[in-house]
């Protein structure tokens, strides 16, 4: 992206996925959220002497079935590495990840225009991007630290949670864009089951490294990393912030120097944390305690396990149910949507009508009561036979509406309310018209009117119909009935 100074943006990701385990990376010790202090750990994840990790399966191939999912090449043999350096968080003093033979590599995530902030969706640079990876390895998590007045708490619940990172290549352009690839990469995370991605828990956190350099300039500028940034939108605001920053003082004249930045999101500014280390400044060296991997029956076993991406889902749901593109991307964008809409409508005669429901009242109605759609008080088959109803024309659209709402807040069946209140519409065509010719005789001028040119006195007759009939009569059918017999 070539900004209002013309500086070119080059922006990498770093983005650390808690996984969804039941046990820690190394060792036996639970993992939960928002447990009391401390009371999740054993000797292998607080790094007491002579404790030994033992690898945890499922995080292997959560990890490998994320690189499934993303087009990785998967490495037929991997190995953990000890990465050294002393902080309060780190019992150990080193912390055990992969350097040289991580599990994953290259890959790709696309983006999709829903994926943007609603405020920049219709001005996309590039429509339909694939941000491609450098790799993702398997780690464990560290400690967390709370600071307080004048002291500071550590809570080793999380030391050793299975943390995945995935490295995307420099070639995110705009803090818009870092935003889709956060969406799209947290909803593929979330179809595959293998994290719930919440950044508000810490699920899924990401530090970025930006750089901007003059448009004439071919190679990257200097690359400067964003830490401590809890949430898609503040990647966004940072970004922004740090891209400003940075053109600004090559627009000085000044030189930049790599280092480690973090953002205050209640000032809206970035501040330097320390200068930036190396690798070389960990001194990786292979885990003495852990052998090397080999991934092949796991892969095997994990391809199994690889769902119907959001991509794809998009695109069935456009030629199955014919629903607009950008109604299926709306419905595949969650999926517990998705599933609700796919229980709904799989046996629907209009499975577009059924979209239509879901997409404007039933999400309406959802957000006015915080309500998640798997917290819905009207089951998938209920809303297709509500739909029916009015399909059919046994009730119209303007009752279905006073249906909907009672189903809701009730639970009963559309059919049950319809029955209680007596509100089925009339489709009878020998009923109805019996009451036209009532109406047709009683209201001489406006038929008169309209044989005489003014069409519109039309929807008067059609009104006293309705009226005759006690609202139930089926608009449609009173008005081709009123025409015909008034143009015959």
Request: hydrophobic fraction near 40%; aromatic fraction near 8%.
């Amino acid at each position: 992206m070539k900004s209002a100074i013309s500086y070119i943006v080059a922006i990498g990701l770093e983005v650390h996925v808690q996984l969804k385990t039941r046990s820690k990376m190394f060792c036996a010790s639970p993992v939960e959220f928002a447990a009391p202090p401390n009371t999740h750990t054993c000797p292998v994840c607080l790094g007491l002497p002579g404790a030994l990790p033992v690898m945890n399966q499922e995080a292997l191939g959560m990890t490998l079935l994320t690189g499934l999912m993303l087009g990785c090449d998967i490495a037929p043999i991997s190995k953990f590495d000890r990465k050294n350096y002393f902080y309060p968080d780190m019992p150990k003093n080193y912390q055990i990840s992969q350097y040289d033979m991580p599990l994953c590599a290259n890959g790709s995530v696309p983006l999709h225009d829903l994926a943007y902030p609603k405020d920049a969706q219709k001005n996309i640079v590039t429509h339909d991007k694939e941000v491609h990876l450098v790799r993702i390895h398997l780690e464990e998590d560290v400690a967390k630290s709370f600071h307080f007045e004048n002291s500071t708490g550590i809570d080793f619940n999380r030391a050793g949670t299975p943390l995945m990172e995935i490295v995307t290549q420099p070639e995110i352009n705009s803090p818009e864009e870092a935003f889709a690839f956060l969406s799209a990469l947290k909803q593929i995370l979330i179809y595959g089951a293998v994290s719930d991605a919440d950044m508000e828990k810490g699920q899924l956190r990401c530090d970025c490294n930006v750089s901007v350099r003059p448009e004439n300039q071919t190679e990257l500028g200097v690359k400067i990393e964003l830490k401590n940034l809890n949430s898609i939108s503040g990647v966004r605001r940072a970004l922004a912030y740090e891209i400003r920053r940075q053109a600004g003082i090559l627009q000085r004249g000044e030189q930049l120097q790599q280092e480690t930045r973090g953002w205050n999101d209640v000032a809206g500014e970035t501040f330097l944390m320390r200068t930036k280390e190396f690798a070389h400044d960990y001194r990786y060296f292979p885990d003495p305690d852990l052998v090397p991997v080999k991934t092949d029956a796991l892969v095997a076993e994990m391809r199994q396990r690889v769902p119907e991406l959001p991509k794809t889902k998009r695109a069935r749901f456009v030629d199955q149910y014919q629903v607009s593109p950008y109604d299926a991307a709306v419905l595949a964008n969650d999926l517990e949507l998705a599933r609700y809409f796919e229980a709904a409508a799989k046996d629907a005669k209009k499975p577009k009508n059924i979209a239509n429901w879901i997409l404007n009242d039933l999400q309406n109605a959802l957000s006015a009561a915080g309500k998640a759609i798997n917290e819905c008080p009207i089951p998938p088959d209920a809303l297709d036979e509500f739909v029916n109803l009015i399909d059919s024309g046994k009730i119209s659209g303007k009752q279905g509406k006073e249906v909907f709402a009672e189903m809701f807040t009730t639970g009963k069946s559309s059919v049950a309310i319809v029955k209680d209140k007596g509100i089925e519409q009339l489709s009878d065509v020998s009923a109805i018209e019996a009451l036209c010719d009532k109406v047709i005789a009683a209201n001489p001028k406006p038929v008169a009117d309209f044989k005489g040119g003014n069409f519109a006195s039309l929807n008067f007759l059609k009104g006293q119909v309705i009226k005759l009939s006690k609202g139930k009569a089926n608009p449609q059918i009173v008005g081709e009935i009123l025409e015909k017999k008034l143009k015959g």
